[in-house]
């Protein structure tokens, strides 16, 4: 299986960037794609797809937020960061089965 | 708009099998493939299996001798059981739906989540 590496926290202050990593053991490009996504998942709801294959956002998620990398190195950006942005990111990988979730990374206000 | 609602028991019994249901709303089940994710106490996620828009299934290997995902195209519904239910698959379960074709592997849409304990 694929391990996605995620930070388990980041804590940054309102108006400032938000820069999310995701590492994974195995590359997860294949024919000019970079089979990543990214969810935000906050207490009580369902995860939210955010960006799809790297770096296309998902329907209705405003352009703070950002996709971007390539082979095992992945990142999501959320410049500039927004009270409502406080909530769990999750990335997982579709290149190879099974699907896999990075653990999350935690974004909280300093 | 495309819905999905997750209903099941809350609580079940080490040994005992583990059956939930996933109603789809705004969407026919026979377009489209169909997942099952979990969430355990601790953030990590799993992917469980889906059924697709034809009715053939994909596992994940961890589950593969105790898991079956099923469909009731008339209801709109699909299926998850999982036999012989320990501890550690006390999670809370998701269904959702693939935005495509599972050859990209990305979810659009989820419901809302249902928690299953399992304990005596």
């Known amino acids: 299986d694929i391990v996605l590496t995620q930070s388990p926290a980041l804590a940054v202050s309102l108006g400032q960037r938000a820069t999310i990593s995701c590492k994974t053991n195995?590359?997860?490009?294949?024919?000019?794609?970079?089979?990543m996504h990214w969810y935000q998942q906050k207490p009580g709801q369902q995860p939210k797809l955010l960006i799809y294959l790297a770096s296309n956002l998902a329907s209705g998620i405003p352009a703070r937020f950002s996709g971007r990398g390539s082979g095992t190195d992945f990142t999501l950006t959320i410049d500039p960061v927004e009270a409502d942005d406080t909530a769990t990111y999750y990335c997982?990988?579709?290149?190879?089965?099974?699907?896999?979730f990075g653990g999350g990374t935690k974004l909280e206000l300093k | 708009e495309v819905q999905l609602q997750e209903s099941g028991p809350g609580l079940v019994k080490p040994s005992q099998s583990l059956s939930l249901t996933c109603s789809v709303t705004g969407y026919s089940i026979t377009s489209n493939y169909w997942g099952w994710i979990r969430k355990f106490p601790g953030n990590k996620m799993e992917w469980i299996g889906h059924i697709s828009y034809s009715g053939s299934t994909s596992y994940n290997p961890s589950l593969k001798s105790r898991i079956s995902i099923t469909r009731d195209t008339s209801k709109n519904q699909f299926f998850l059981q999982l036999n012989s239910v320990t501890t550690e698959d006390t999670a809370t379960y998701y269904c959702?739906?693939?935005?495509?074709?599972?050859?990209?592997?990305?979810?659009?849409?989820w419901g809302q989540g249902v928690m299953v304990t399992v304990s005596s």
């Open positions: 195995q590359n997860v490009d294949y024919y000019g794609n970079s089979y």
């Open positions: 959702a739906r693939y935005n495509s074709g599972y050859s990209e592997g990305y979810f659009d849409y």
């Open positions: 997982q990988q579709s290149r190879n089965l099974p699907w896999t």
